[in-house]
């Protein structure tokens, strides 16, 4: 049973948006994947999505970096329960230690490959919010 069913995706590369939804529908049709392309946005539309169970956030954009998305989001005491995941291509480790300081819930280095991503997103939906292939 998938735990999570109203996800949020915040990255600024248009292709990332559209493998990521697309994978998540082949997965479970009944999920509905709202993005945004930076983490103001991101922080906007939560605003207006309080029923959102899971938000994927990339490290790397412009305007807001999912580095201060995460910040301003622990500042936000009707948010702090959303589990929030650091999805980025970088596989720095400082990196990852940085982001689960501030609040990530799990860290993903974006696949390259379609079927492992849809592995990635099967065994974060069950639950298991760090994977690596």
């Known amino acids: 049973m998938d735990l999570y069913k109203n996800i949020l995706l915040i990255d600024d590369d248009d292709g990332d948006l559209t493998v990521f939804s697309r994978a998540l529908k082949a997965l479970d049709p009944a999920i509905i994947c709202h993005t945004a392309d930076n983490g103001l946005h991101g922080l906007n539309l939560i605003r207006r999505l309080p029923e959102l169970d899971l938000i994927f956030v990339d490290l790397n ?36 230690k940085k982001a689960m300081d501030l ?7 974006k696949p390259t490959d379609v079927d492992k991503l849809k592995i990635i997103l099967r065994h974060v939906l069950s639950g298991e919010l760090s994977v690596q292939l």
Request: charged share 20%; with cysteine; aromatic share 12%.
């Open 103 to 109: 609040g990530a819930a799990g860290f993903i280095i």
């Open 61 to 96: 954009m412009p305007g807001m970096d999912g580095f201060e998305y995460l910040q301003a989001l622990k500042l936000e005491p009707a948010y702090r329960g959303i589990p929030c995941i650091a999805w980025t291509s970088s596989v720095d480790e400082n990196n990852r």
